[in-house]
């Protein structure tokens, strides 16, 4: 099994995208989802954007993990 986490692509130069996760920019490479464009979602493991994804997706896994954390309170 292998976490990926979602990101919003804040910029794009080359194969490497500038991304937020979660308040927090990092570079990440892109190569394996070219088709990824500023302002997309898009799900990161080991560094790489592994998918494209809809803002509601991203927003139902934030919230998953959100209440994951509460129940470990």
Do not use: R
């Not at 493991?45 to 994951?68: K, L, N, S, T």
């Amino acid at each position: 099994m292998c976490l990926a986490i979602p990101s919003k692509v804040l910029k794009i130069k080359g194969l490497i995208a500038e991304v937020d996760i979660g308040g927090n920019v990092k570079e990440i490479n892109i190569m394996l989802t070219p088709e990824a464009k500023v302002g997309d979602y898009v799900l990161i493991h080991a560094g790489y954007a592994i998918q494209v994804i809809d803002e509601q997706a991203a927003d139902e896994i934030f919230d998953a993990w959100e209440d994951a954390y509460e129940a470990l309170q």
